[in-house]
């Protein structure tokens, strides 16, 4: 059974820092890609970063140069660095495991900033 427990959200001002983080069980994070993503009512669902099993990251450009997704093997865990967090990053935010053949989210955790 494939779990995705997310968790490090919350309440945070403008410039302040947060780090979310994705506990996988049932299954090895460094064998796929994991993937971050945000949505915020009534938009799309935007991909914001994502690590390839190679250690290849990429990052939407709008949060380029602030947050940084990188992985612990060893915890099977997934992190999400988010630094000079602005009130735009507001959104709720969800990892995703995924191959060409299948996708895990998490249960999505809330991110507010605001003063």
């Known amino acids: 059974q494939v779990q995705l427990e997310e968790s490090g959200g919350g309440l945070v001002q403008p410039g302040g820092s947060l780090r979310l983080s994705c506990a996988a069980s049932?299954?090895?994070?460094?064998?796929?890609?994991m993937g971050w993503y945000r949505q915020a009512p009534g938009k799309q669902r935007e991909l914001v970063a994502w690590?390839?099993?190679?250690?290849?990251?990429n990052y939407a450009d709008s949060v380029k140069g602030r947050f940084t997704i990188s992985r612990d093997n060893a915890k099977n865990t997934g992190y999400l660095q988010m630094n000079s967090l602005e009130p735009e990053d507001t959104d709720i935010y969800y990892c995703?495991?995924?191959?060409?053949?299948?996708?895990?989210w998490g249960q999505g955790t809330q991110v507010t900033v605001s003063s």
């Open positions: 049932g299954m090895r994070v460094s064998l796929y890609t």
């Open positions: 690590i390839t099993r190679s250690s290849w990251t």
């Open positions: 995703k495991v995924f191959s060409s053949s299948f996708e895990y």
